[in-house]
């Protein structure tokens, strides 16, 4: 299983399909006065339809260690887990892959600046796809 992964300003799923506002950024401003998104698309093989999954996504700085949000000593970890399961469209031949859209939006994030930070997509703990990004100097 893979995923596709674009960072993005705002991010929203009609109709089996992604609108995106604002994609494919890689650098933002670390103190967090707008929102963002992950517009997020799995790629699911035919042989793993029907079946239920756990997409995890996790916020990471650049040494691995996940992004604490929240009030002092209140912080938890910025991750999202969304159960899902895709069949198979009417037709689907055998060996294809269904597409499933994910729109993930959060508020304005407080991060330190001049950083790396990585999201890291999962599918029953194993890394599917990543969106980099750096937050500019303070």
Not at 49 to 76: A, C, I, S, Y
Request: charged share 20%; net charge negative; glycine share 14%.
């Amino acid at each position: 299983m893979r995923a596709t992964v674009l960072l993005c300003d705002h991010a929203e799923v009609a109709d089996g399909k992604l609108f995106i506002n604002g994609g494919g950024w890689d650098l933002t401003s670390p103190t967090g006065g707008t929102t963002s998104g992950l517009a997020v698309v799995v790629h699911v093989p035919w042989g793993l339809t029907n079946l239920q999954k756990t997409l995890h996504v996790g916020l990471q700085d650049e040494d691995g260690r996940p992004v604490l949000q929240g009030p002092p000593g209140g912080e938890r970890p910025l991750e999202i887990d969304v159960k899902f399961e895709v069949g198979r469209p009417p037709g689907t031949q055998p060996g294809s892959e269904v597409s499933v859209p994910f729109a993930l939006n959060f508020p304005p994030l407080a991060l330190r600046p001049s950083h790396a930070y990585v999201w890291m997509v999962e599918i029953d703990g194993q890394e599917v796809g990543r969106a980099s990004f750096r937050t500019r100097g303070s």
